[in-house]
Every structure is written in C-alpha cells, then in structure tokens.
C-alpha cells in the first residue's frame, strides 16, 4: 500500500502525490542529468479538472513508493517512511513527526492489519490472528512533532528547484539563528559567579496551593523501560561493569525469541528511552543509554549511561510513580 493517493472528502477531491509525465524512469542524454522532480496534482471531482498545486519536497519524493500508507485521515495522510511514522497534513502543507507515544513502536514494527479505519482521532485497527478482537488507538493532534519540512513548494516551471531550496536555506538559516539565541538566553540565566539564577515559581493560588492534585503525575518511562534503565545503573553502580545483550533480553522478556524479534525490541525499547529522554531534558542529541563494542568480542556490543546523565536520570526515577 503506497501513500500517493488521497481523497479529500470534504474538499470533493483526489490528491495524487505523482510524477509530472510519468516519467520517472527517464534518463537525459545531455551531459548532464537533469532531475525529475515530482509533483502533486489534484483532480476537482465536481469540474473533472486536473491541477498542479505543486513540486513535492525532493526528499519525500526520494523512494515515494516505497513509503508505507497507515490511513488517510480528514487533512493528509498517516504513513511509515523509513522506519519513521509521519503525518503528512496536506491542508497545511507540513510534515509532522510521531513522538514518544506509547502506540509508536506499535504502527512502526506492523502494519499488515486486515482493517483499517480512521474517526474522529480514532484508528480502529485488527490484527490478522482468526478470532482476534477490533482494536482502536486514539491519535491526539499533540502527539507530533512539527519537523518545519514542507510537502510540496508552489511554482512555475523551472523556478521550483531554486523556490525549494531557497525556502529550505531560510530554514536551515532560521534554526541556527534559533539556536544561537537560545544559548546566549541560557547564558544569561546565570549570575556573576556563574551559578544559575534562582527560578521564580509562579504564584500559587491561596486557597490550592497547599493541596494535593487528584491526578497521578503520569510516568515518563513505561515500567520495562524503566527496568531496563535500572538495571544499566546498578550495573556500572554496583558491579562496575556495562550491561550485556543477554542482561537486557532477560529484562525485556525476550530471552527465548528470535534473535530478530530480540534485535528489534532492544532497538525499539532503547530508541525509545532516548528519545523521550532527550524531550524531558530538552537536549537534541543527549542519549541516555549508549553502546560500545565489546573488548572481549568486537562483532557484539554493550551498553551503558554517560556519567554526566547519571544525576539527571535517578531524579527522573525517582519522581515516577511505582
């Protein structure tokens, strides 16, 4: 199933994420190539007419049929691309990331369901067992992450490409400007003798802010995530030694699965921790639990936590509810 169609109920039209000519498998015979770039057109079912609304972002396009569609939703389509599960909104023309949900790893590791079906934030989905029950998981808008990718640039003939990368260099140029900032603000925070500036908690409310909330904090790490951090912890706490492959299968409950099933739920389960690791602290590149090469045996690995992430992760723990 390949996310390259998609109807537009409430617009009366049919989004097609194809080829200007169809003629992808051209080559040019100039000294040159000269790149294909597709494009997305849109049929008007009411006129019958066929529009260009514009050049698709050379990045989509790249291998475009061999991203997998999930469903299509009321303003764009849910899609795995590379291992990664994206909303492509094309009412708002944006490219949206899934983050740490905990229906992430489930729409990425299996998409052969004999139904699909999107309501109202909902995806109703069965698995291909006989007998298995419909299941359903609710998508928030919140739970993705604006990547500032566009899906398709407005152009005229020839000046898409320059209009494309134009656009793409203002917002290479715009994070760093937002980065630079945001470093120099960090910097400000802290005082003559280099400590960080007291924070100024907002103002309670008199009569509340002595009370309890009747809500549970929610946990950041699921339960096995969080054994699987512990376990890396004492570890190099208390046996100062790193973690083996065969230590995390145990905690993950693995230990007699394929090795394929063991690589992709270690992969899963770890990516997951530093990505939502890397949210809470607000650091882009901070993972949690890294690997080395074992020095006994290069062909496998071992795993362990940065000793400057160590303070960070047990006050984490130890806020989580048990």
Not at 34 to 41: H, L, V
Not at 133 to 149: A, V
Not at 164 to 186: D, E, Q, T
Not at 192 to 214: I, M, N, R, W, Y
Request: net charge positive; hydrophobic share 40%; aromatic share 10%.
């Amino acid at each position: 199933m390949h996310a390259n169609i998609w109807y537009h109920q409430a617009g009366q039209a049919i989004w097609s994420l194809a080829s200007i000519a169809g003629n992808q498998a051209l080559k040019s015979f100039h000294e040159f190539s000269k790149n294909q770039i597709d494009s997305i057109m849109v049929l008007d079912l009411a006129t019958r007419d066929w529009k260009t609304k514009g050049f698709l972002n050379p990045e989509l396009a790249d291998k475009l049929y061999q991203v997998q569609l999930i469903c299509s939703i009321d303003s764009g389509l849910l899609v795995n691309r590379a291992g990664t599960v994206e909303y492509w909104n094309l009412l708002l023309n944006q490219v949206l990331s899934l983050g740490p949900t905990p229906y992430r790893q489930r729409l990425t590791a299996k998409l052969d369901y004999n139904y699909l079906w999107y309501d109202k934030n909902t995806l109703f989905l069965s698995l291909p067992n006989p007998g298995s029950e419909l299941d359903s998981i609710r998508i928030l808008p919140g739970d993705f992450i604006p990547t500032g990718k566009f899906i398709y640039i407005q152009a005229n003939d020839g000046w898409g490409n320059y209009l494309y990368y134009l656009i793409a260099g203002l917002v290479v140029l715009i994070a760093g400007i937002a980065v630079v900032v945001s470093r120099k603000f960090s910097l400000s925070t802290r005082s003559t003798t280099g400590q960080p500036k007291p924070f100024t908690e907002p103002a309670v409310h008199p009569v509340t802010g002595d009370l309890k909330s009747a809500y549970a904090r929610e946990n950041i790490f699921t339960t096995i995530e969080s054994a699987l951090i512990r376990l890396i912890l004492n570890n190099m706490q208390t046996m100062q030694q790193l973690t083996s492959i065969e230590a995390i299968n145990r905690t993950l409950g693995i230990a007699h699965k394929s090795l394929d099933m063991q690589k992709r739920k270690r992969s899963d389960t770890i990516t997951s921790i530093n990505e939502k690791y890397m949210l809470y602290t607000g650091r882009t590149g901070a993972e949690l639990i890294k690997r080395v090469r074992s020095e006994l045996d290069g062909r496998i690995h071992e795993f362990y936590i940065p000793q400057d992430e160590i303070p960070v992760i047990q006050k984490i723990l130890s806020g989580q509810n048990a």
